[in-house]
């Protein structure tokens, strides 16, 4: 709480869900503010922060929805003013003012109140933001039985369980990417039968069960084109991730390679990536000079390359940017995305990772070798902007940086050199990497995972990525599906080994 102006706003959630402010609220412009119905959070949804809300400003009753910013100005930053999903809004609650003279306007035009909550809490600052991270945290575990109950599991036997869950999600990444390799062949065999540009295969049941040889997987770009898909959707996160992996499905490699070629690969791949994601703006749009220049290059660019790309421009509202911290915008991780995809495909970056691999044995240098490889450093348009028509406060340091790149090594390289060195037959390397997924310590944390160690009474367990991983599966297939009584921990008897 060192900086109270930047408090997180699922917090102030908190406080306006509780009520923990005065009896007497003020509009910036001075109307006395009635509450009369603060309305029904969001959870997550894209869109207002609470909806149907009711107030009464200045003896006019509103019905509407509420959003809520830690800045003022996040009304314009977040996009809100061009959202059309914000234009039931009749209340902006903000916790600092950082720009004056400043009205929040929808996208049809309507001004809305605003309410500067900070000048309202019930108790002094540093006490509501207390109340309001307790509040929070209660509400996020509250599906946690064992938070709230006796578990007949030892100790022991939880940690044995937990690990066991984290080996079965690492089996399961691993059993996807075969699956997804496999379809990859498929569709590229079929690809070069029909001399078609561009194929989705849609297999059954009897597709997977079939018995591939090594020999079918040779292919450099089948696993070009599988780590790039997994490395995408990795850069996605929960919200974004099915674009992500859609953008890497519909511009493959073999599209990349025949019409982004090596020199100026950076500037031209960013305008086909932008362009084909649809969250490319019209260049009336934007008020600000450099963005103009840069849609203005994207679409001499485009033209150029528009008649030979054969599949589906995406569209914009399928991207989310809705409670995503600016540095985790899809715009910026698309940004790191692309000059991942130069290192892939003209800089040898899958050598480079078997290498470290296979010449690094402590488990601690090798993941930090590994991380290096892939943390991405800012460049261009986008160290100065999170939007076309958003210039970032200060510049960004990272498109990918090395919280991300440590969660794609535990997603994605590991489980990815787990299938190569299986469908090659190289026993050594297999098991290599399922003893440094065992042992790896990572610094990346995640609240569902430090809520449920801590509920379990395991405080430091998620610290080790395979307990890290079996603590996600744990809330994910038992908790917030309240199955108790299948649970090695509510039922000891459930409990079996995996063998991977």
Avoid at 88 to 105: A, E, G, N, S
Avoid at 182 to 189: P, V
Avoid at 227 to 232: A, D, H, V
Avoid at 330 to 351: C, D, F, K, M, S
């Amino acid at each position: 709480m060192k900086n109270l102006q930047n408090i997180k706003e699922k917090f102030l959630y908190e406080i306006w869900r509780n009520k923990n402010y005065s009896d007497k609220l003020f509009t910036v412009n001075g109307d006395q503010i009635e509450i009369i119905d603060p309305g029904v959070q969001s959870n997550g949804e894209e869109g207002p922060d609470f909806k149907n809300a009711r107030i009464n400003v200045g003896g006019i009753k509103y019905v509407g929805d509420v959003e809520i910013d830690t800045f003022l100005s996040d009304w314009v930053n977040h996009g809100h003013n061009a959202n059309e999903k914000y234009n039931k809004v009749v209340l902006h609650i903000f916790f600092t003012r950082d720009i004056r003279d400043f009205i929040p306007r929808t996208i049809a035009g309507r001004n809305i109140q605003g309410l500067m909550l900070s000048s309202f809490l019930e108790n002094d600052i540093r006490t509501a933001i207390r109340h309001a991270i307790s509040s929070e945290r209660d509400h996020r575990v509250k599906g946690i039985a064992c938070k709230s109950m006796e578990s007949p599991a030892t100790q022991d036997q939880k940690i044995h369980f937990i690990r066991e869950l984290g080996l079965r999600r690492f089996e399961k990444k691993c059993n996807r990417i075969f699956d997804r390799l496999k379809e990859i062949y498929h569709e590229e065999m079929l690809r070069n039968n029909m001399r078609e540009p561009s194929i989705h295969y849609s297999p059954n049941e009897e597709f997977y069960n079939k018995d591939f040889e090594p020999k079918d997987f040779k292919s450099e770009k089948l696993w070009q084109q599988l780590f790039y898909e997994l490395t995408f959707e990795a850069l996605g996160y929960s919200k974004n991730k099915d674009s992500f992996r859609k953008l890497a499905i519909e511009v493959d490699v073999d599209f990349i390679q025949k019409n982004l070629p090596r020199e100026d690969f950076i500037k031209n791949a960013e305008y086909v990536y932008f362009a084909i994601s649809g969250m490319k703006l019209n260049i009336n749009d934007v008020k600000e000079e450099e963005s103009k220049n840069y849609l203005k290059s994207m679409n001499e660019s485009w033209s150029r390359v528009r008649q030979y790309y054969h599949g589906e421009i995406m569209d914009n509202s399928k991207w989310h940017f809705f409670q995503l911290k600016p540095q985790n915008f899809p715009t910026i991780r698309l940004a790191g995305g692309v000059r991942l995809v130069y290192e892939l495909l003209y800089n040898n970056l899958l050598g480079r990772i078997m290498s470290a691999f296979e010449q690094i044995d402590m488990s601690s240098r090798m993941t930090r070798e590994l991380r290096s490889l892939l943390v991405v450093k800012t460049r261009g348009f986008w160290k100065h902007h999170y939007h076309f028509d958003k210039k970032a406060r200060t510049p960004l340091h990272f498109f990918i940086g090395s919280s991300r790149a440590e969660e794609i090594v535990i997603n994605v390289v590991l489980p990815f050199i787990k299938v190569l060195s299986d469908v090659f037959g190289r026993q050594k390397h297999s098991a290599k990497v399922v003893s440094v997924y065992k042992t790896m310590m990572q610094k990346t944390d995640n609240r569902v995972t430090v809520d449920v160690a801590n509920s379990l009474s395991l405080p430091e367990i998620w610290k080790q990525s395979v307990f890290y991983q079996g603590l996600i599966e744990l809330f994910r297939e038992y908790c917030s599906k309240k199955r108790c009584n299948e649970c090695g921990i509510g039922n000891p008897q459930k409990i079996t080994s995996v063998s991977i």
